[in-house]
Structure formats: C-alpha cells, structure tokens
C-alpha cells in the first residue's frame, strides 16, 4: 500500500523561502569559485611534479638484493609483492595467506520509497504531494523503520536484523617486495580481490546457529547457517529470504606481481615529494614499464582536472539558479507565467554560470599558462554575448 502526504505551501512561504535562499546561493557561487581556482592550480602543480619526477625517476632493476646506491631516489621497479601473514576473520573463523581480507555485509530489509510531485496553484501557491511506498530487498546497512512516514508501515513493515555484522577490511601488515618491505600506502593500492570460499568450522557455525536461533526465536535445532561459495547466508532459507536476514560475501587479494614508482629509503619505500610540494607514489597491478605508469599519472590528473571542472561548474550554476529563484516565484501568481520565467531563468543560470566558470578558470590559466587562459577568455566572451544577443532578439520580438 502506498501512503501519500500532501503539503500546502503559500505563496509567501515560497517567495520567502526563495529570499533565504539567496544567501545560500551566493555560498554556492562561491564555493564552486574555489574549487575552480585550486583545481586548475592543483592541475599544472600535478603536472610539474610529474614532468620533475619523470626526469629524476631511475630504474631499480633487481630487486632480490638491496641496492643502497640508490637510497633516496625516486625508482621504477617490478615484481612480486607478498606476504606470509595470516588474515582472520574474527566472527567466521576464516583464515587465509593473503595482502587483504575484505567482508561485505548485506541485510534484508523494508526498503522506503518517496516520490514527490509539485503542483501549482493559481495565487502563487504550490501544492506538494508526495507518496511513499515500501517494498523489500538488500541493502548495505539495516533501515530504521521507526523513521518510516506512513505510521502503519512503522509496525506492518517493522524491521529486526537477525545479527549485527559490520564491514570487514584486514590488510597484512608486512608484504615482501623481493629483498624490500612494501609501505601500507602502496600497499593499499594493490587489487585484484578474487572470491573466498567461505569453508566455516562445525564450531563456528554451531556457535551462529544458536545466536541466530535466540534472535529468531526459533528451536535450536533449525539450521540458519547456510555457506555457498564465497557467500555466508545468515538466516532460515537463501531462497526465501525473510526481513532481519542477512549475508556476508568474502574477498581475497593474493600475492601478485606489481610495479612501482617510489623514493627509495633503505630496505622500504616512501612518498617522492616535488621541488613544488607535490609528494608523488604510484602503485599497479602487472608489469607496467615507467613511461606508462607516467602516461597513467598524467591521465588520471587530466581525469580528476575534468571532474573537479564539472563540480566547480555545477555549484556556480546551481547557486545562480538559487539567488534569481524570487524572479519565477513572483511570476508564479499565474503558474503558466510561473513555469515560463523558471525556464527562462534555467537557461541564464546555466549560460551566466558557465560563462563565469571559464572567466575562473581563465584567469587561473594566465596565471599559470597564459595562451590557454587567453583562448578560454575568448570562449567566455563568447556566451556572455549570445545570452546578450538572446535578450536582444527577445526584445525585439516583443515591440
């Protein structure tokens, strides 16, 4: 069953709702101001810092002996990374030799729903309607149903967890790179997590049965238990499950081959730092020769430069949007009028905001890279007189 809630909101309550949120927006502008100015900063710092540490970056070479002539320069260098630790899982009981011992926990839960529509009323008014629905499945945390809108469905869908299980993440402390010791830095970057076969002793699955069995209120006797794969199903049935059910999924990071960009420093490895304040490291998985980890750096740069644009960007927009929002709750007296002079003022906050954007990140480039800045100033030119030319023709066609 669905259950809907409507709220009435005046045309007052908007138009002072949108004044407020003039202030927010301007936050908004400029936040996405900074994040624009740093992350063009950020980009050619990266990218120098690359260039310096490409130049400077030897080959190791054999790494089954240390080679202390090169202690304190930045080194490219393949091979195996491994270890002889044994991970635990503390409440399965499972053990294995590997870099990392990861545990994913799901629940079986009454899922809420919201969906929201607006109305428009003549006056200015808005009418918000929104309708809440439930349903069942698998999510990465239990859900508080105590918090769930439609009163009924606090007790019809009340939800219960058979057993509290978090997330488990367990990383080897000492992984062996030929004659040298791996720091926990590069080793966090190693991947290539493969299934774990959950094998659980009679020990540990007679100790779950019974706390699953006291939770379930169900006899002891019936098995709660079920082991498939690298899947732990905690609960009466894997093929009909039942809220307050849960599953926990297994990984395993072997020993692998791996390559490295790093600072030499004795028997182990640490952060290269720039001439500009930059520290750099680099770990993959494979052999990867060291112009093309340098070729991944910079892409990757280029990747999260692009990103960190598009944020900057959208909080410019976003902010503009909120601080000419009064505009279309004015004309909102007639919702038609209303709906036209939100369009309108959409298409300028995305034409204002993204002239600013490139105006931002322009002046940046001239500061760093003066030829770029001066094209994107051109381009920012650009969209402030089309949105010019726009208002102009719309004039026109008025009178």
Not at 81 to 104: M, Q, Y
Not at 257 to 278: H, P
């Amino acid at each position: 069953m669905a259950y809907t809630e409507t709220q009435s909101v005046s045309w007052f309550d908007r138009l002072g709702s949108s004044f407020r949120g003039i202030l927010a927006g301007i936050l908004l502008v400029v936040a996405g101001t900074v994040v624009l100015w740093w992350n063009e900063g950020n980009f050619v710092a990266t990218n120098d810092a690359l260039g310096e540490a490409q130049s400077v970056t030897q080959e190791l070479g054999n790494i089954t002996t240390l080679d202390s002539a090169k202690s304190g320069q930045l080194v490219h260098a393949e091979g195996p990374a491994a270890t002889k630790d044994i991970l635990s899982d503390p409440v399965f009981g499972l053990s294995v030799n590997a870099i990392r011992l990861e545990r994913a926990v799901e629940f079986y839960q009454w899922v809420e729903e919201a969906r929201s529509e607006r109305r428009q009323k003549l006056g200015g008014g808005e009418e918000i309607v929104t309708t809440y629905t439930y349903s069942q499945g698998w999510t990465n945390r239990p859900v508080d149903s105590s918090q769930f809108k439609d009163p009924k469905a606090r007790t019809e869908n009340a939800n219960i967890v058979l057993v509290n299980l978090d997330n488990l993440v367990v990383q080897a402390g000492n992984v062996t790179f030929g004659a040298y010791r791996l720091p926990d830095f590069l080793v966090g970057s190693i991947r290539g997590g493969v299934p774990l076969n959950a094998v659980l002793s009679d020990e540990t699955k007679a100790a779950l049965n019974k706390q699953l069995a006291q939770t379930a209120q169900k006899a002891g006797s019936a098995e709660m238990v079920h082991a498939s794969g690298n899947t732990v199903y905690l609960g009466a049935s894997p093929l009909s499950p039942h809220v307050g059910d849960a599953r926990a999924t297994f990984l395993q990071t072997p020993p692998g081959t791996v390559s490295i960009l790093a600072k030499l420093s004795g028997d182990t490895f640490e952060r290269y730092r720039a001439d500009n304040g930059k520290a750099f490291s680099m770990l993959t998985m494979g052999t990867r020769g060291m112009d093309d980890m340098y070729g991944d750096a910079h892409a990757a740069n280029t990747a999260m430069t692009w990103m960190l644009r598009l944020v900057g960007a959208f909080l410019v927009v976003f902010g503009l949007r909120m601080i000419i929002a009064p505009l279309s709750v004015v004309a909102g007296v007639i919702p038609l009028l209303g709906n036209i002079v939100g369009a309108g003022a959409g298409f300028v906050s995305i034409v204002l905001g993204l002239a600013w954007a490139l105006v931002v990140i322009s002046i940046a480039w001239l500061r760093y890279r003066p030829l770029i800045g001066v094209c994107a100033l051109v381009v920012a030119g650009a969209l402030i007189v089309l949105l010019h030319g726009r208002g102009r023709s719309r004039k026109a066609a008025n009178t």
